[in-house]
């Protein structure tokens, strides 16, 4: 088995940033009239993967080769399990993140 990469979970936290960006989007416009003083935007997370985005190539996340972060955390054992570590909590918290609006989804 293949061992996981940073550039992997660093896909599927662009993935579910776009799928909770997706999803908000579609909860929103479905509450706009009933709850337009809505404290969470889409736009927040919007921004947020923006910024996830400029971290990640300023890391070269998804970069190839020697330029990758996982290139060169591959000696560092001790600093990449805590980037993984550390992905792995961004993506279970935008997961979390999505359930909270399952509510107002299952009105659909």
């Known amino acids: ?11 599927d ?3 579910e940033f776009l799928n909770a960006i997706s999803h908000l989007r579609t909860c929103l416009t479905i509450q706009n009239e009933a709850y337009p003083e809505r404290f ?3 736009d927040d997370f919007q921004s947020e993967k923006e910024r996830f985005d400029l971290w990640s190539a300023n890391i070269g996340l998804f970069q190839l080769g020697d330029r990758s972060l996982d290139y060169r955390l591959q000696d560092d054992v001790a600093v990449k399990d805590f980037t993984v570590a550390l992905l792995e909590d961004l993506l279970e918290n935008l997961s979390d993140s999505m359930s909270a609006f399952l509510p107002i989804n299952k009105s659909l």
Not at 4 to 9: C, D
């Open 1 to 11: 088995m293949a061992s996981v990469t940073l550039r992997n979970i660093g896909e």
């Open 40 to 42: 969470v935007h889409a």
């Open 13 to 15: 936290v662009v993935a």
